[in-house]
């Protein structure tokens, strides 16, 4: 019967520890760690940036007209892509919905920055000599041409007319500008818009000298 020698597995044993020391137990420590610098994460807009200008804020009347201009121009181009800019358009003042038989500076106005606006598109407009002549009134939930329109509109050949209509509410003015076809009164374009009611925005509404009356024509 062989006799266990007891040495060799406490040999292996030690060589064992030594080898798990030295796994443990790394020849160099581990270089730092190197900072990366980090870009700041852009920033958006204020959320007051975002929001609709204050009630008190003055409206760019120019710049508005011409965003709405350029709104019909395109809803135009999209519903009727046949229609050629050298057909004549007439620009009328634009009037209170509800009290259609006068004007205001403001509807005046309004309507002169959309007549230029759409001259600067290349269409061809017919400027009349009394604007504020120019008129339309709603009948039973129509919108009918005044019979100055008409008649400007047998003159010089007219094929269009840019007519618009708002509403004053507390703060805002609430309006609506369609292009519509003279012949069969299509809508060929129409936008809606809002704007704050401003001081300077108000005088114009109010037009204190009284408002400029309207050759309207029952239908």
């Not at 060589?15 to 870009?39: R, S």
Request: hydrophobic fraction near 45%; glycine fraction near 6%.
């Amino acid at each position: 019967m062989k006799k266990f020698d007891s040495s060799i597995p406490m040999a292996c044993l030690v060589l064992a520890v030594c080898l798990g020391g030295c796994v443990l137990e790394p020849l160099h420590p581990p270089p730092p760690a190197i900072a990366v610098p980090v870009d700041p994460v852009p920033v958006g807009p204020a959320v007051s940036e975002m929001l609709p200008p204050k009630i008190d804020a003055e409206i760019d009347l120019i710049r508005m007209s011409h965003a709405v201009t350029d709104a019909l121009v395109a809803e135009l181009r999209k519903n009727h892509p046949s229609f050629h800019r050298r057909k004549p358009i007439l620009v009328a003042s634009f009037v209170d919905r509800v009290v259609m038989d006068s004007s205001s500076e403001l509807g005046l106005l309004i309507a002169d920055h959309v007549s230029s606006r759409f001259t600067q598109q290349g269409f061809r407009i017919i400027e009349p000599k009394l604007r504020e002549n120019l008129a339309i009134r709603k009948d039973r939930g129509d919108f009918i041409l005044s019979r100055d329109v008409e008649k400007l509109a047998q003159e010089n050949k007219a094929y269009a007319v840019v007519v618009g209509t708002y509403t004053e509410t507390r703060d805002l003015l609430d309006f609506t500008a369609k292009l519509i076809q003279i012949i069969d009164r299509q809508v060929l374009a129409s936008v809606d818009a809002k704007i704050p009611l401003g001081t300077s925005t108000r005088d114009l509404l109010l037009n204190t000298g009284g408002g400029t009356p309207m050759s309207i024509v029952e239908r």
